[in-house]
């Protein structure tokens, strides 16, 4: 059975910084890994998607890496800004990728 | 990316009654879709898996039964729960993704009081 484990469970950093959450599965079989952001009381927004095959995904600040063998997942965000606070969660696609198995989330403050 | 759809944004019923959320996905035919419950504070969790023209897959745990799923056409399905209790209360997302990558509907607050 597939767990996904994000840490840390929070942090709060100075706008500006760069920072690395981390996402880690249980199964190396994994179809996909998805990063999503969430907004207090909102729905998820779809950052980021990692095929089994690929290594790393960018878009703009974001960056993706997938580890496989080693079942992590990081996610990379340059010169954070206040607007980047939110929970940010990973998943991992299993049975043909539809099927998202999530992480707890990581809630980001962005400190002016 | 793709566009995912859910109504109504936030319900208030009284305990033992129905309530239906609906999801649509409106740029893309969906044969599958998925249902997650999300409590406070904590991650989605998978409820099940709803398949258009055929039953849904339940995830353990879950009562077919209480939560019921309708997946009559390619862009349109529906989670209905029944006799809702408090402990129902919840926020409601649906998910639906042409290829291999899921998009999110905003959301159903149920409060049931």
């Known amino acids: 059975k597939q767990e996904v484990t994000q840490i840390p469970a929070a942090l709060s950093v100075p706008e500006g910084e760069n920072l690395v959450l981390n996402c880690s599965f249980t199964d190396s079989a994994i179809y996909n890994l998805q990063w999503f952001r969430q907004d207090p009381g909102k729905g998820l927004t779809s950052l980021l998607l990692i095929q089994s095959s690929q290594r790393e995904q960018t878009s703009g600040r974001l960056n993706a890496s997938l580890d496989k063998s080693s079942g992590r997942s990081t996610l990379y965000i340059a010169a954070s800004q206040p607007g980047d606070s939110a929970t940010y969660l990973c998943a991992g696609g299993i049975q043909g990728a539809q099927k998202l198995v999530f992480g707890q989330g990581t809630r980001l403050t962005i400190n002016p | 990316g793709a566009v995912v759809s859910q109504h109504p944004s936030w319900v208030i019923c009284k305990s033992g009654t129905s309530v239906k959320i609906e999801c649509r996905s409106l740029?893309?035919?969906?044969?599958?879709m998925f249902w997650y419950r999300q409590f406070p504070k904590q991650s989605l969790m998978l409820m099940a898996t709803?398949?258009?023209?055929?039953?849904?897959?339940?995830e353990q745990g879950v009562e077919k039964d209480k939560f019921l799923i309708n997946h009559a056409s390619l862009t349109l399905s529906t989670l209905t729960v029944t006799s809702a209790h408090p402990e129902d209360s919840s926020f409601y997302i649906c998910?639906?993704?042409?290829?291999?990558?899921?998009?999110f509907g905003p959301g159903t607050r149920l409060t049931v009081l």
């Open positions: 998910s639906a993704g042409p290829h291999n990558e899921q998009f």
């Open positions: 709803s398949n258009e023209g055929s039953k849904a897959t339940y």
């Open positions: 740029d893309f035919q969906a044969t599958t």
